[in-house]
């Protein structure tokens, strides 16, 4: 069982950066492929970020290339989410998930966090 354990958000000002960690408490993150999501108010949960689990290829939203990167660390069996120039309408619950196949489809991630809050506001 995949039990998934999001860390790192907080409130930053415009502009701001933070990074966001997901772990996974059973050690099998290896097996999967992970993915960021987030979910403002009112809004339907989106798509963020995803990496692949063998040679590591990403693939990110456009609203946020350029400005958030995807890592993992496989030793630390931790996921990451680098946000910076953070902008109010990053504003959201993120989540990290984990999938049995690279995609940026939430419908295909069947392990969720339990999500942390971003909230950037000056």
């Known amino acids: 069982q995949v039990q998934l354990v999001e860390s790192g958000g907080g409130k930053v000002q415009p502009g701001g950066s933070l990074r966001l960690s997901c772990a996974d408490q059973?050690?099998?993150?290896?097996?999967?492929?992970m993915g960021w999501f987030r979910q403002a108010p009112g809004k339907e949960r989106e798509f963020v970020a995803t990496i692949r689990s063998n040679d590591g290829a990403k693939d990110l939203a456009d609203s946020v290339k350029g400005r958030f990167t995807i890592s993992r660390d496989t030793v630390a069996n931790t996921v990451y989410l680098q946000m910076n120039s953070l902008k109010p309408e990053d504003t959201a619950v993120y989540y990290c998930?984990?999938?049995?196949?690279?995609?940026?489809?939430?419908?295909?991630?069947?392990?969720w966090g339990q999500g942390t809050q971003v909230t950037v506001s000056s």
């Open positions: 059973e050690r099998t993150l290896r097996n999967y492929y």
């Open positions: 998930a984990a999938s049995l196949i690279y995609t940026a489809v939430k419908e295909r991630y069947h392990y």
